[in-house]
T-cell receptor, first 113, second 113 residues
Framework: KQEVTQIPAALSVPEGENLVLNCSFT??????LQWFRQDPGKGLTSLLL?????REQTSGRLNASLDKSSGRSTLYIAASQPGDSATYLC????????????FGGGTRLMVKP | GAVVSQHPSRVICKSGTSVKIECRSL??????MFWYRQFPKQSLMLMAT?????????EQGVEKDKFLINHASLTLSTLTVTSAHPEDSSFYIC?????????FGPGTRLLVL
């Protein structure tokens, strides 16, 4: 059974810092991995999708990497801003899980002005 | 623009009543929709997979008689929380899958008094 873990569970940084969020998964047989953002009380917003054949994806200040063999992904946020404060979730679509995404527990990020 | 809508966005009800939540796919025909639940400070947990024209598939531990799912058309799935209790208070989110990406609705916050 696929398990997804995110470290750290919470992170507080001053504005302007570059930061890295970590995601690990136990079964490397995946179709893809997604990073989501969730604001309090809101639904999820998809940030980046990395296919299993890809190593990284970039969108603006965000860069996500994928090392499928080691079961790891990182989300790099450059020059963090207070507006980046949210919970960040990674989710994997495992080959043996049908259409189901397996989510990590999330990292709650607070960027202080 | 939004791909998935949910209604209502927020509902407060008395214990013992039933509440219906609608999930609509706005631009795509969705033969499959997913229902998630999120308790405070916890990650999303898949409750059930809603299949158009057939019975929903429930995850282990989710009571199918309590959480009734009807996927009557390719654009609408409903989740009815029957005889709601305070412990059912949660954030309910639906999603549809288009190719490799899941698109999430904005969520419905249910508070049972």
């Amino acid at each position: 059974k696929q398990e997804v873990t995110q470290i750290p569970a919470a992170l507080s940084v001053p504005e302007g810092e570059n930061l890295v969020l970590n995601c690990s998964f136990t079964d490397s047989a995946i179709y893809n991995l997604q990073w989501f953002r969730q604001d309090p009380g809101k639904g999820l917003t998809s940030l980046l999708l990395i296919q299993s054949s890809q190593r990284e994806q970039t969108s603006g200040r965000l860069n996500a990497s994928l090392d499928k063999s080691s079961g790891r992904s990182t989300l790099y946020i450059a020059a963090s801003q207070p507006g980046d404060s949210a919970t960040y979730l990674c989710a994997v679509w495992a080959i043996n899980a049908g259409n189901m995404l397996t989510f990590g527990g999330g990292t709650r990020l607070m960027v202080k002005p | 623009g939004a791909v998935v809508s949910q209604h209502p966005s927020r509902v407060i009800c008395k214990s013992g009543t039933s509440v219906k939540i609608e999930c609509r796919s706005l631009d795509f025909q969705a033969t499959t929709m997913f229902w998630y639940r999120q308790f405070p400070k916890q990650s999303l947990m898949l409750m059930a997979t809603s299949n158009e024209g057939s019975k929903a598939t429930y995850e282990q531990g989710v009571e199918k008689d309590k959480f009734l799912i009807n996927h009557a058309s390719l654009t609408l799935s409903t989740l009815t929380v029957t005889s709601a209790h305070p412990e059912d208070s949660s954030f309910y989110i639906c999603s549809i899958q288009i190719k490799e990406t899941q698109y999430f609705g904005p969520g419905t916050r249910l508070l049972v008094l």
